[in-house]
């Protein structure tokens, strides 16, 4: 079966710092991935996706993440962070059927 | 605006009590799901609908009974819950083939707690 792991359930950085979620997945056919954030009182929303064309994957809000096969890998980046961006983050794969498997999701803090 | 509601997005509810929450998606989607989402735990998947089939249910207690007439609106009845059944209950939506069937769109949930 699938499996996703977020590295950090929670992450603070400054504002202006760089952005690092980290996420492994554990597949021995490349998958799906994708990245979704929680804003607090609200649902998920689509942050970006690989879904086997570029490595590199450009989303909403500037944030974009790299697809590496031999590290099993697909973290999450932004290079300099905004107040707006706190909020929880979600890796989640791909699994047979069209469902997803979520990872536990890290919590972004973003200081000023 | 994702395009999929829910109501109610509070409920407070006694454990004798049927309640039923209600999801409607207005993206022309072909698949639905309920989420139950729990502090520090991951999203859980608890049932999906394709094309008003019902093609998962992943051991979820019987006391949680999906429905979903259409297409466009997917319900959850509730009856009989227990505490720990409190949580953030999202509904979510997608194209429900090829690749875009991962390509999920989640409403803002309901947020349940059972007394």
């Known amino acids: 079966a699938q499996s996703v792991t977020q590295l950090g359930s929670h992450v603070s950085v400054s504002e202006g710092a760089l952005v690092l979620l980290r996420c492994n997945y554990s597949s021995s056919v490349p998958p799906y991935l994708f990245w979704y954030v929680q804003y607090p009182n609200q649902g998920l929303q689509l942050l970006l996706k690989?879904?086997?064309?570029?490595?590199l994957v450009k989303g909403i809000n500037g944030f974009e993440a790299e697809f590496k096969k031999s590290e099993t890998s697909f973290h999450l980046t932004k290079p300099s962070a905004h107040m707006s961006d706190a909020a929880e983050y979600f890796c989640?794969?791909?699994?047979?059927?069209?469902?997803?498997?979520f990872g536990q999701g890290t919590e972004l803090s973003v200081k000023p | 605006e994702t395009g999929v509601t829910q109501t109610p997005r509070h409920l407070v509810m006694g454990m004798t009590n049927k309640k039923s929450l209600k999801c409607e998606q207005h993206?022309?989607?072909?698949?639905m799901y309920w989420y139950k989402q729990s502090a520090k735990k991951p999203l859980e998947l608890m049932f999906v609908?394709?094309?008003?089939?019902?093609?998962e249910n992943n051991s979820v207690p019987s006391r949680f009974s999906p429905e979903c007439p259409n297409s466009s609106h997917l319900f959850l009845h509730l009856h009989t819950l227990q505490p720990e059944d409190s949580a953030l209950y999202l509904c979510?939506?997608?194209?429900?083939?090829?690749?875009?069937?991962?390509?999920?769109?989640f409403g803002p949930g309901t947020r349940l707690t059972v007394t």
């Open positions: 609908y394709s094309l008003e089939e019902r093609v």
């Open positions: 989640a794969v791909s699994d047979q059927g069209g469902k997803l498997i």
């Open positions: 993206l022309g989607h072909n698949a």
């Open positions: 690989y879904t086997s064309a570029a490595t």
């Open positions: 979510a939506s997608s194209p429900g083939t090829g690749v875009k069937a991962y390509e999920q769109y």
